[in-house]
């Protein structure tokens, strides 16, 4: 349950989100929409991402178009701020994405904004990632956020596509993920379809597909299920900074600790920069 505190900025920022949309003609919502998504593209495209041990260049491209783009106006890094557009990138072209690029534009005044973003790695193989021009945005990536395990309980695997995806939809309900913020326990709920599909003959993987669980529409918890001669397996990985447990059927199977949102290596980091968004 929300606080009288946080139902209070819930309640004013809805409501000044409904005088703005009043206010403001749709072709200019769209315009600036269009710029926010072209900003998001070129920050990514500015990504060189290099790896001595990963040697198929396809599996370090950033794929053209971003795989969940989500808003939130009820929420911000601080009560006087809102996020205003995000994008989530698979790094990979096909199979199991290699890492997840998320990248989140914060209004913090009328005249300034934050770019927050997020890597997730999802391989053993160790990369780098570093903006062409801004130094203050690298990784090194030294292992993977995802840990993979047999499904216990699932059903064999459906003969055609249509049916393991609603298989997979069904094992993803067994999940449930809380995260902890502000010392509040949010309960965050799954999104019906998944952000990603691919498969993989090198590993394996006959049919995969990444689930998300949100608070509000921003993805928490990253949820893979994959199938293949074993049978079903499934993966966890954090998509965010803060405290988050994950159930399988009532049992917990994942926890992930506050992290530093200030570190520039490991299987998961994030961190924040002022930008400048074209008018």
Wanted: glycine share 6%; with cysteine; charged share 25%.
């Amino acid at each position: 349950m929300l606080s009288a505190r946080w139902l209070a900025v819930v309640i004013v920022g809805a409501y000044l989100l409904a005088s703005t949309a009043r206010a403001q003609d749709p072709r200019e919502k769209d315009a600036a929409s269009r710029k926010r998504l072209e900003f998001m593209e070129r920050t990514v495209g500015s990504f060189a991402v290099k790896s001595d041990q990963i040697k198929n260049a396809a599996d370090l491209k950033t794929a053209g178009k971003p795989i969940l783009r989500y808003s939130d106006p009820t929420r911000g890094l601080t009560d006087q701020n809102v996020l205003v557009d995000a994008t989530v990138w698979r790094l990979g072209e096909s199979g199991r994405p290699t890492a997840l690029v998320t990248l989140e534009i914060y209004r913090v005044t009328a005249d300034a904004s934050i770019l927050a973003y997020e890597f997730a790695s999802l391989s053993d193989a160790r990369f780098t990632l570093e903006h062409k021009t801004n130094d203050k945005i690298a990784w090194d990536a030294t292992g993977s956020a995802l840990t993979v395990k047999p499904l216990e309980g699932a059903p064999a695997p459906a003969k055609t596509g249509p049916g393991r995806l609603t298989q997979m939809r069904q094992l993803a309900r067994r999940f449930t993920v809380h995260e902890t913020v502000n010392d509040q326990v949010i309960e965050c709920r799954l999104l019906s379809q998944p952000i990603d599909r691919y498969r993989s003959e090198r590993d394996e993987i006959d049919d995969g597909a990444l689930f998300a669980f949100a608070n509000g529409t921003n993805p928490e918890i990253g949820l893979t299920l994959e199938c293949g001669k074993a049978g079903w397996k499934y993966g966890t990985l954090r998509l965010s900074a803060a405290d988050v447990v994950v159930k399988l059927d009532g049992r917990e199977v994942a926890q992930y600790a506050k992290v530093d949102s200030r570190q520039r290596q490991g299987s998961y980091t994030s961190n924040q920069e002022p930008i400048e968004l074209p008018k």
